[in-house]
């Protein structure tokens, strides 16, 4: 794990499949934990923007987590498996002969 600071302030990126909150933690710089080594890789390579912090506070000022977890997606309802929608479904084909 790694503590990574955004240089422009609190915001809020997506990265992959997780959303990083950027908040200010107890010293006023606006962190965020990142543990994927890729996600830690894409934020180090925007120099410009992005760098590692010193791990002095792991949590923001406000409490809040830094890392959002995906949601869950909804499946769809698997269709009735009953005769009546079986013969909807049935196909069959004549032979020509």
């Known amino acids: 794990m790694k503590i990574i600071e955004c240089i422009n302030g ?3 990126v ?6 990083y909150r950027f908040s200010f933690d107890a ?6 934990e990142v543990v994927n080594l890729r996600h830690i890789e894409c934020f180090l390579s925007r120099a410009d923007v992005y ?7 792991l949590m923001p000022a406000d ?7 995906p ?7 698997e ?19």
Request: aromatic share 0%; charged share 35%; proline share 5%.
């Open 10 to 12: 609190p915001t809020e």
């Open 14 to 19: 997506r990265v992959g499949d997780r959303c």
């Open 27 to 32: 010293n006023g710089r606006a962190v965020a």
């Open 51 to 57: 760098r590692e912090a010193e791990a002095s506070s």
């Open 63 to 69: 409490e809040t987590p830094s890392v959002e977890k």
């Open 71 to 77: 949601k869950e997606e909804k499946t769809a309802a």
């Open 79 to 97: 269709p009735a498996n009953d005769t009546a929608s079986a013969k909807h479904t049935r196909h069959t084909t004549a032979k020509k002969g």
